[in-house]
Every structure is written in structure tokens, then in C-alpha cells.
């Protein structure tokens, strides 16, 4: 019998609105065609994954695994919005071939530069801190496509107006949420802490459904930065 110490993203993966799982060797994701990019993006990250590489960066490109053809870089072109990465180029630098993968348009979304390269930038690096540090997380993030949200490009990309990233350790006994406005911001990371409870009714999403229901009910209560700071 699988324990959470032993299973990977494919087990514990959320559920999709489009129902719509694909699965690369590095990450899942849940493709939204309405939205042109991905609900969620989810892995595992281990300090294994994450290293000083200094590996070529690759085009963006659509991705072959969606049926229906993933947004075209182009839509992002003159938009005003970088090409933000759901699961992080960094943190996939076990192999050129993981890097790469992240490069597809199916985990990007539109994110304001002051943004993706201020706030956010700051809660993936401290993603990769606690994933050093707990050795290992499971990692799930995405945009909260729900709403009237501001499109970009011919397709007619998504811009999310908020932004989420859930991890917990690969045992189970510790779950953290963000939910940050898409806006440039110095405040401190713990300020946008909320319950994975909050995320799932904001979202509709059901991150953790495999977790027995005792043990969803009480992790995703939880909402303690200091918790996961010491």
C-alpha cells in the first residue's frame, strides 16, 4: 500500500474543470481551452530539481500534447504581459529535457512584469527554500480563471486576476496556500497566506481529493506561515 511519502504528483493530482489531465515527465496540468492556458499545473519539487545549470533557453512553442493547440506565443507579443511560467524553469534543472519542457505555452499565463518578477518570483524562491528544507513538496499553482477576466491576443489569453501556489510536504503533515492579487507588491509573503479551503472556493477546484477526508479537513484549515518559517 502507497503511503504520501512514496506517491507521486500523478496520484494526488487536483481535480479538473475540463477534465482535461495531461501528464508530462516533469508535471501535470489541467488545460482550459476557454481560457487558453492551465487551470493548475502541479509536480513534485526536490532539491534535486533545482540547480546553478546555466542551460540555453528555448523558444516558447505550443504544446503537441493538447488536443485542441495551446495558445500561440504570439498572443502575448506587444500584450504588456511577460509569458509567466506556472511550473518555474527553475524549477526543473535536473536535465535540459525537464527545462524545456516548461518552455511549452500550455504552462504559461499572462503576468505583468512588475509581478512576475517581484512578488511572485519571491514566493517561488521560497518555494525551492522549503523544498530544500522538508525535503521534497508537492507543488500546485495556477491563475483563478473564474470571472470577467481581461483577454489578450487574437485567441483571447486569460489574464487572471489573482494568482494562487498550494504546497505541501510529501508527508502529509503540512499544507500552505498563497492567493496574490496580480499586482506589483513589497509586501511580505505571509501577507497573502490563506487556507486551502479558500483557494478551493474561490477556484472550484478540489486540490487534494485522494487525501483521506479527516486528514483534507484538517490540512486544508491550516494557514500558519510561522508554521512553515521555523
Not at 546553478?52 to 500561440?72: C, G, H, I, L, M
Not at 500550455?106 to 518555494?127: A, I
Not at 498550494?166 to 507588491?185: N, R, V, Y
Amino acid at each position: 500500500m502507497k503511503t504520501f511519502s512514496t506517491v507521486s504528483w500523478f496520484d494526488f493530482h487536483p481535480t479538473s474543470s475540463s477534465g482535461t489531465i495531461i501528464h508530462r515527465d516533469g508535471y501535470s496540468f489541467s488545460y482550459m481551452e476557454k481560457y487558453e492556458q492551465s487551470e493548475w499545473v502541479a509536480y513534485e519539487l526536490s532539491s534535486a530539481d533545482f540547480s546553478n545549470r546555466d542551460f540555453k533557453r528555448p523558444y516558447f512553442v505550443q504544446d503537441p500534447k493538447v488536443k485542441t493547440e495551446s495558445a500561440d506565443w504570439r498572443n502575448y507579443k506587444k500584450s504588456g504581459y511577460d509569458k509567466g511560467h506556472l511550473c518555474p524553469a527553475a524549477d526543473r534543472k535536473s536535465s535540459y529535457q525537464a527545462y524545456a519542457e516548461t518552455f511549452f505555452t500550455s504552462n504559461v499565463t499572462p503576468q505583468k512584469h512588475d509581478f512576475n518578477d517581484g512578488v511572485w518570483n519571491r514566493l517561488e524562491q521560497k518555494t525551492r527554500y522549503w523544498a530544500k528544507k522538508y525535503n521534497g513538496l508537492y507543488v500546485v499553482t495556477g491563475g483563478v480563471l473564474k470571472g470577467n477576466l481581461k483577454t489578450i491576443g487574437k485567441e483571447k489569453v486569460a489574464v487572471p486576476n489573482y494568482f494562487y501556489k498550494i504546497l505541501m510536504t510529501k508527508d502529509a503533515k503540512k499544507m500552505i496556500g498563497f492567493l496574490m492579487p496580480h499586482k506589483e507588491s513589497d509586501l511580505p509573503l505571509y501577507k497573502f497566506v490563506v487556507s486551502v479551503d479558500v483557494i478551493e472556493k474561490t477556484t472550484g477546484i478540489d486540490f487534494f481529493p485522494k487525501l483521506s477526508d479527516v486528514k483534507e479537513s484538517q490540512l486544508e484549515k491550516e494557514s500558519d506561515y510561522k508554521n512553515w518559517s521555523f
